[in-house]
């Protein structure tokens, strides 16, 4: 029997159909990794902020916010899939665990500061891999101009900034403006171009301060979508055979400053992901060890230090498979975050990966069967075949209940 109410920091929030937040997402809203000194996340943060040193830095803003704050004041439309049940942790319908460090950009804004960071732990419902985690770090980074002295501020702004820095670093940029990734109407085109060359610029000088010890660094600008910016593009930088996105960035949309009382401003945003940096530059090769309390992980750093982490061991890994019968009436409803979220509950950090490794539509039946591989490996011990066994026993009886299905 479930409670009618979720507790949280000592509020009593009450529980409905949407609340799908779970005791072991709650349990990590206390760690705040970003904020713990020899933290490979908070080293991170301090040298980011070092380098946007006249910047304001907002690093307390609470986890909780409410869906107007997540997705209504960054005009998110009513049917964007961020606001998914299987995408998103809900509390209950109207407050949710934050998606992104967006959620406080209208307060950041309303407090005056024309240039700040926000750094934060962020919740997504997430598939289970090496590089994909439910708590997550991000930080925020917003400058604003005034729209009648734009121009003649960023000229300054990148006259006194200008990078004495030297790096292997490829960068590669054929973005262009289009009717895909527009310029807002409400901008004049030179304005919003000076404003789009001031954020590239700020981005790519971040860039060659973090990697300057890093030897042919790969990095790339694409187009992108986002709600709240527009123009608005990614950085990617490859990293073990594949390119990671690790920032979101754009203009502004003039909406955005305009209720947040700064109408006469345009200005640009970024989003960093903290972790996608920290496993290249820590050397990091699963994200899961972000969170481990383990001392031959977290003795291994030192503050305001880049140390290369170093294995203390790589423990054999348990593999099981697990396969159902959907039910047909309820197979639109199917979604594999759903199912990760079992699996994460039961076995928290101990899945290091989970595969769908067969998806089969029975001929006569119609019935569709699907099999997932779930890669059991602990961080910091040999796990046994009898303790995995009663981990996916427990796996098995909830997605059998949760889920609607019948296991094979």
Same mark, same amino acid.
């Given at each position: 029997? *479930?409670?009618?109410?979720?507790?949280?920091f000592?509020?009593?929030?009450p529980?409905?159909?949407?609340?799908?937040?779970?005791?072991?997402?709650?349990?990590?809203?206390?760690?705040?990794?970003?904020?713990? #000194?020899?933290?490979?996340?908070?080293?991170?943060?301090?040298?980011?902020?070092?380098?946007?040193?006249?910047?304001?830095?907002?690093?307390?803003?609470?986890?909780?916010?409410?869906?107007? #704050?997540?997705?209504?004041?960054?005009?998110?439309?009513?049917?964007?899939?961020?606001?998914?049940?299987?995408?998103?942790?809900?509390?209950?319908?109207?407050?949710? &665990?934050?998606?992104?460090t967006?959620?406080?950009?209208?307060?950041?804004?309303?407090?005056?500061?024309?240039?700040?960071?926000?750094?934060?732990?962020? *919740?997504?419902?997430?598939?289970?891999?090496?590089?994909?985690?439910?708590?997550?770090?991000?930080?925020?980074?917003?400058?604003?101009?005034?729209?009648?002295? =734009?121009?003649?501020?960023?000229?300054?702004?990148?006259?006194?900034?200008?990078?004495? #820095?030297?790096?292997?670093?490829n960068?590669?940029?054929?973005?262009?403006i289009?009717?895909?990734?527009?310029?807002?109407?409400?901008?004049?085109?030179?304005?919003?171009?000076?404003?789009?060359?001031?954020?590239?610029?700020? &981005?790519?000088?971040?860039?060659?301060?973090?990697?300057?010890?890093?030897?042919?660094?790969?990095?790339?600008?694409?187009?992108?979508?986002?709600?709240?910016?527009?123009?608005?593009?990614e950085?990617?930088?490859?990293?073990?055979?594949?390119?990671?996105?690790?920032?979101?960035?754009?203009?502004?949309?003039q909406?955005?400053?305009?209720?947040?009382?700064?109408?006469?401003?345009?200005?640009?945003?970024?989003?960093?992901?903290?972790?996608?940096?920290?496993?290249?530059?820590?050397?990091?090769?699963?994200?899961?060890?972000?969170?481990?309390?383990d001392?031959?992980?977290?003795?291994?750093?030192?503050?305001?230090?880049?140390?290369?982490?170093?294995?203390?061991?790589?423990?054999?890994?348990?593999?099981?498979? &697990?396969?159902?019968?959907?039910?047909?009436?309820?197979?639109?409803?199917?979604?594999?975050?759903?199912?990760?979220?079992?699996?994460?509950?039961? =076995?928290?950090?101990l899945?290091?990966?989970?595969?769908?490794?067969?998806?089969?539509?029975?001929?006569?039946?119609?019935?569709?069967?699907?099999?997932?591989?779930?890669?059991?490996?602990?961080?910091?011990?040999?796990?046994?075949?009898?303790?995995?066994?009663?981990?996916?026993?427990?796996?098995?009886?909830?997605?059998?209940?949760?889920?609607?299905?019948?296991?094979?």
């Amino acid at each position: 029997m *479930y409670s009618k109410t979720s507790l949280i920091f000592g509020n009593a929030y009450p529980r409905d159909k949407l609340t799908n937040v779970t005791p072991s997402i709650l349990s990590k809203i206390t760690r705040q990794l970003y904020l713990q #000194q020899y933290h490979p996340i908070s080293i991170l943060r301090n040298r980011i902020e070092s380098h946007f040193n006249k910047f304001h830095y907002f690093n307390s803003f609470n986890p909780i916010v409410t869906t107007i #704050q997540n997705f209504d004041e960054l005009g998110f439309p009513a049917n964007h899939p961020g606001r998914s049940t299987t995408d998103s942790y809900y509390i209950n319908k109207s407050i949710m &665990l934050r998606t992104h460090t967006s959620a406080h950009q209208c307060q950041a804004l309303q407090t005056g500061a024309e240039k700040f960071l926000i750094s934060a732990d962020v *919740y997504r419902r997430d598939e289970i891999d090496t590089c994909h985690y439910p708590v997550f770090h991000q930080m925020e980074g917003v400058q604003i101009f005034s729209i009648n002295k =734009a121009i003649e501020e960023i000229a300054y702004d990148m006259q006194i900034s200008t990078s004495q #820095q030297h790096c292997h670093i490829n960068t590669d940029d054929n973005t262009v403006i289009s009717i895909t990734n527009p310029i807002q109407s409400c901008h004049p085109i030179e304005i919003a171009n000076a404003i789009t060359s001031h954020l590239k610029y700020s &981005l790519n000088e971040l860039v060659k301060m973090l990697f300057i010890d890093e030897k042919n660094l790969q990095v790339r600008w694409v187009d992108a979508y986002f709600p709240f910016t527009s123009p608005s593009w990614e950085m990617e930088i490859f990293y073990q055979g594949k390119w990671l996105e690790v920032c979101g960035c754009g203009v502004i949309t003039q909406d955005i400053l305009n209720n947040a009382g700064q109408s006469d401003k345009i200005g640009w945003a970024f989003g960093l992901g903290l972790e996608r940096i920290a496993m290249v530059l820590f050397n990091i090769p699963d994200i899961r060890l972000f969170w481990s309390k383990d001392p031959r992980f977290i003795n291994q750093f030192t503050s305001n230090e880049i140390i290369k982490f170093k294995p203390f061991s790589k423990y054999p890994s348990c593999i099981k498979d &697990l396969s159902f019968w959907m039910n047909n009436d309820k197979e639109h409803e199917f979604h594999i975050t759903n199912f990760c979220e079992i699996v994460r509950d039961i =076995a928290e950090d101990l899945v290091e990966d989970v595969k769908l490794v067969d998806d089969f539509m029975h001929p006569k039946t119609k019935k569709r069967s699907l099999c997932f591989r779930i890669n059991y490996r602990s961080m910091d011990r040999t796990c046994t075949n009898e303790e995995i066994n009663g981990i996916q026993d427990k796996i098995r009886k909830s997605v059998a209940e949760k889920l609607d299905v019948t296991l094979r």
